[in-house]
């Protein structure tokens, strides 16, 4: 088979949540631990960094391989979903796996796990650790796809584990209450395992407490030595923080929600350090202030236009809406306009209820199955005071916006990550 016959029979021969969302997912770990003991326990071989949460795990993954990588370590990174290509969601100091490396991965194994009937997500994670190991990597940051108790990703004993943030999503996996979600997102913290605390409440505090002392586990609260003393945006779309122990440091992801990311970094940096890890502060700064050109990140409050000011942000939940709605807000324009769509398992109507009423809309559906109609979306916004039309593809709401607008105005493309994909593939195609 070919790359692209590939990606296709692994998109097609197993469940993938991105296209029919529960009916991919497995609960529990048979299958993980199955494939694990076939190809020998790779994730053994390496160190790791554990990391979960409802927002946040993308950002805080990637810079801490960002950083780790400035500070001279061989380093794997494995994150989920992909924007544009599979081969994003495994990278080794920032080179995604080769595409024959995939196709002799199932072309070597398929024998195997055919008859396992795996689901996408527990293939792509064999894969993973199996070419991290084989690459010979000093530690891996692993990102939780769903979850963190039952992920498949939780056969892993790691270094640090990391908890960005709790909020209301995937309800029906998880459950309806913080604290119910935050059981499940403990689930990764192992015995002896140091476990940072990116944010809390006081409905999920006590959870983690309980479960790290029942693993005898040190608990990290980010917000009890928070670093970061006050951030604002720079010129080139970054952010600059003064912090309590690092000084001075530019961020290259803009976001304002890339604050309370921040603290958490900073807080597992100086545990890291703690651990013996060597990371000098230019080792931070680097790592900080190049995160998307070291590891390929995308669709974090990117800035893809000038004049107009075109910026994609993946936020794509109520929690990730906190902060883009004020965004979006602030950001000064002569119109706003705003390509729109969302996928089926998320709170659209509060999602929606979050959105500026004085923009231009674009409501949109991604290339999904999972999508919400177009017009089901647009008669939402209508009910919420929205103004704008329906384009049945990404694409062509982009190049409709991007033809009424002015120099002056702001474009905003978002509301779910499949928006985002389908979005940069379009220009990327286009270049």
Request: with cysteine; aromatic share 10%; net charge negative.
């Amino acid at each position: 088979m070919t790359y692209e016959e590939t990606i296709e029979y692994l998109f097609n021969s197993t469940p993938v949540f991105e296209k029919i969302g529960a009916g991919a997912y497995k609960e529990g770990l048979s299958n993980t631990k199955a494939l694990d003991d076939y190809f020998g326990h790779p994730h053994r071989q390496f160190r790791s960094i554990h990391v979960a949460g409802t927002n946040g795990k993308g950002s805080v993954s990637h810079t801490l391989a960002a950083i780790l990588q400035s500070a001279g370590y061989k380093v794997g990174l494995y994150t989920s979903p992909h924007l544009v290509d599979f081969r994003e969601r495994i990278l080794v100091n920032g080179v995604m796996i080769d595409e024959q490396t995939v196709i002799d991965f199932v072309a070597a194994h398929r024998h195997f796990f055919e008859p396992l009937y795996p689901s996408f997500f527990e293939l792509t994670t064999a894969m993973a650790f199996q070419y991290f190991a084989s690459q010979g990597v000093d530690i891996a940051i692993v990102e939780v796809g769903l979850g963190g108790r039952l992920d498949c990703t939780n056969i892993i004993t790691p270094t640090l584990s990391i908890i960005t943030n709790i909020s209301i999503d995937h309800t029906q996996f998880l459950g309806d209450t913080m604290a119910k979600i935050a059981a499940e997102k403990a689930g990764i913290i192992k015995k002896g395992v140091p476990v940072v605390i990116g944010e809390s409440t006081d409905e999920t505090r006590p959870v983690f407490s309980a479960i790290a002392s029942e693993c005898q586990s040190q608990l990290i609260w980010t917000e009890e030595n928070c670093q970061v003393i006050r951030s604002e945006v720079c010129d080139d779309g970054g952010r600059k923080y003064a912090t309590k122990d690092f000084g001075f440091l530019h961020g290259q992801l803009g976001g304002t929600y890339q604050e309370k990311n921040m603290n958490t970094i900073l807080t597992a940096v100086q545990e890291l350090k703690r651990q013996g890890f060597h990371i000098s502060y230019d080792h931070l700064a680097n790592g900080l202030a190049h995160v998307c050109e070291l590891t390929g990140l995308t669709g974090r409050w990117q800035r893809v236009s000038e004049r107009p000011l075109v910026i994609c942000d993946t936020g794509h939940n109520v929690g990730g809406w906190q902060y883009l709605s004020r965004q979006i807000t602030m950001q000064p324009c002569r119109t706003r306009r705003i390509i729109f769509g969302m996928v089926d398992d998320k709170d659209v109507e509060t999602v929606i209820d979050m959105l500026p009423r004085d923009a231009v809309y674009y409501f949109t559906r991604p290339s999904s199955k999972r999508a919400f109609d177009e017009k089901y979306i647009a008669a939402i916004g209508q009910d919420y005071g929205l103004k704008g039309r329906s384009y049945p593809t990404v694409t062509e709401a982009y190049h409709t916006a991007m033809a009424e607008a002015q120099t002056d105005d702001f474009i905003f493309i978002g509301g779910s990550s499949y928006v985002v994909a389908d979005f940069l593939q379009a220009i990327q195609k286009a270049q």
